[in-house]
């Protein structure tokens, strides 16, 4: 299409069809599977929401962070703290969790803009060593409660809905995932997103022509810890339990490894990205029980292997969508 051509409706007309198509097989699903898969589905929306930060961030902005997992953590912390400490309404908290971790994600990307790409990397790593043994120590406990973690009572779901407990929050998570998809595409099309890609791309072109580099990183990291605590706040609404030693910095990969597997330049990838990282373990295991970890590590070689730009890129390259 000629530059500064815009699209016709009709042109968007297959794509609002398959969103519209996804959306729908994604609410038949939960009447579909067992209460245990509707489980697995739910926290891996969580997983996507953290991994959509992620992409903004690493993607978009041309940062890196190995610790994203400390985001997620806080953002759960901050929804079981609320409800514990002061009877404060589950669902109050999920924009709380988010605002405060954007807040914490403009004062960490404020020097962490700065930082070259190795040292920056290195910070991050450092975040996600520490974070877990600061809400364990002394300092935390009357807050986090320490290594006992923190237990919490879900409100009831509303009783003129016919479904189940499981079903309700599996669609509270796709709610607030799929508000979050719109409201990231928005972001990444329009000015800020274009300012974004122009740094990642060539930064030093980008400031001659008048961009704030360390501005529009800072606020990328800020989006990506927002959107990273919504996603830890509602993985504890699920579980009804938030403990330090489930965000360790293995975990961290694990959501670096599903940003890259979805496909890191697209906001879509999240998606993707998440259920890859809770699924692709499983299909590990049904592989082989005795030799998960190794063979969970060659489905990655292989899946980067044939879709080195992700799934999301792979299938653009398919249908020559080209990149985001």
Not at 138 to 151: E, H, K, N
Not at 212 to 233: K, P, Q, S
Request: charged fraction near 10%; charge should be positive.
């Amino acid at each position: 299409m000629p530059t500064g051509q815009k699209k016709s409706p009709a042109a968007d007309l297959p794509r609002f069809l398959c969103l519209l198509a996804l959306l729908a097989a994604a609410c038949a699903l939960p009447f579909l599977v067992g209460s245990f898969r509707i489980y697995q589905f739910t926290l891996a929306g969580t997983y996507a929401l953290a991994i959509l930060g992620l992409n903004l961030l690493v993607g978009y902005s041309g940062q890196v962070s190995l610790g994203h997992g400390a985001f997620y953590a806080l953002g759960g912390y901050v929804t079981a703290g609320l409800m514990t400490h002061y009877g404060m309404n589950a669902y109050l908290t999920l924009p709380v969790a988010g605002l405060v971790c954007f807040g914490i994600g403009l004062l960490l990307g404020w020097p962490a803009a700065r930082l070259p790409f190795l040292a920056l990397a290195l910070a991050t790593y450092a975040l996600a060593v520490a974070l877990p043994q600061f809400l364990k120590s002394w300092i935390a406990a009357p807050w986090t409660l320490g290594v006992q973690g923190i237990y919490i009572d879900k409100p009831a779901i509303p009783s003129f809905l016919p479904i189940t407990p499981d079903q309700w929050w599996y669609f509270v998570t796709l709610a607030v995932l799929v508000a979050a998809l719109w409201s990231a595409g928005n972001l990444t099309r329009g000015r800020i997103g274009r300012a974004m890609v122009a740094l990642r791309d060539h930064p030093i072109a980008a400031e001659a022509t008048g961009i704030d580099v360390a501005w529009y990183r800072t606020l990328a990291f800020g989006a990506a810890a927002a959107f990273a605590g919504m996603g830890g706040a509602l993985a504890v609404l699920v579980t009804d339990f938030v403990s330090p030693d489930r965000y360790n910095f293995f975990f961290s990969i694990q959501l670096l490894v599903g940003a890259v597997l979805g496909g890191v330049h697209s906001v879509a990838g999240a998606v993707v990205g998440g259920l890859v990282i809770q699924f692709l373990p499983v299909l590990a295991d049904l592989i082989t029980k005795n030799l998960t970890w190794p063979v969970y590590g060659a489905l990655l070689i292989a899946s980067v292997w044939l879709a080195p730009n992700g799934i999301v890129g792979l299938y653009r390259r398919w249908t020559g969508r080209g990149r985001e």
